[in-house]
């Protein structure tokens, strides 16, 4: 903690899905740039909903999933 960590993107691949009024992404990919200047990416997102222009995490990554 207490670091600066820069935002460089984010990838969800291609596992997006519709059902109904709701499209499901993910699982999803975090990238950064560590203080080091390492680049470092963790999938930290199992899957995100979106509905009518309006996003929610429907369930994080954790080292079990």
Do not use: Q
């Not at 975090?30 to 009518?52: H, N, P, Q």
């Amino acid at each position: 903690g207490g670091h600066p960590m820069h935002l460089l993107g984010y990838d969800c691949g291609k596992g997006k899905h519709r059902e109904d009024r709701n499209t499901i992404y993910g699982p999803c990919a975090v990238r950064w740039k560590t203080e080091a200047g390492d680049t470092v990416s963790v999938r930290l997102i199992s899957k995100i909903l979106e509905r009518d222009g309006r996003f929610k995490f429907l369930s994080y990554a954790n080292p079990l999933g």
